[in-house]
């Protein structure tokens, strides 16, 4: 809730370590935005791989 209250976007695809290191650095916004944009990247990448899954089971 911190992480909403301070306005860091797209805080719910952080892991544990990122969102603390966004937490600590939370006057460096370039620092921020790094870290914020290198975890939406791990997301996006991952997305729709589940469904590929389950065709090759069918």
């Given at each position: 809730?911190?992480?909403?209250?301070?306005?860091?976007?797209?805080?719910?695809?952080?892991?544990?370590?990122?969102?603390?290191?966004?937490?600590?650095?939370?006057?460096?916004?370039?620092?921020?935005?790094?870290?914020?944009?290198g975890?939406?990247?791990?997301?996006?990448?991952?997305?729709?791989?589940?469904?590929d899954?389950?065709?090759?089971?069918?």
């Open positions: 809730m911190t992480a909403k209250e301070r306005g860091v976007k797209n805080f719910r695809v952080l892991n544990k370590q990122e969102l603390t290191d966004v937490l600590k650095n939370i006057g460096d916004q370039k620092a921020v935005d790094a870290i914020v944009a975890a939406v990247a791990r997301w996006k990448s991952g997305w729709g791989k589940g469904k899954k389950t065709k090759a089971k069918a």
